[in-house]
């Protein structure tokens, strides 16, 4: 079992920076590739970004490519999901997430992810 909790939400203004992190613990999500997911209300969990285990590779979302920042430190079992120039349309409940199959290509669907935080709330005010 690998457990996830997300930190950092909050509610900030548009064009401002939050920083989410999501601790893990139980057993080890180093060797893991970890994604943040979004979902807003009355809408599907929406992928935002995939790390992979030793971050060699990212890969965004367009949507928030330029802006998001995604980083982990293993040794600290923490991915951290920098968010800056935020938009009001970035407002939702941030999950951070274990992908199942290590190099899946389908690592966009969430059905690909077997651990999952509680999520974080992000509100980005106009």
């Known amino acids: 079992q690998v457990q996830l909790v997300e930190s950092g939400g909050g509610l900030v203004q548009a064009g401002g920076s939050l920083r989410l992190s999501c601790a893990a613990s139980g057993r080890t999500s180093s060797n893991r590739s970890m994604g943040w997911f979004r979902q807003a209300p009355g809408k599907e969990r929406e992928f935002v970004v995939l790390?992979?285990?030793?971050?060699?590779?990212?890969v965004y979302a367009d949507s928030v490519k330029g802006r998001f920042t995604v980083s982990r430190d293993n040794a600290k079992n923490t991915v951290y999901l920098q968010m800056n120039s935020l938009k009001p349309e970035d407002t939702a409940v941030y999950y951070c997430a274990a992908l199942r199959i290590q190099g899946s290509s389908n690592y966009y669907d969430p059905r690909t992810y077997d651990y999952w935080g509680q999520g974080t709330q992000v509100t980005v005010s106009s």
């Open positions: 790390i992979s285990w030793n971050a060699v590779t990212t």
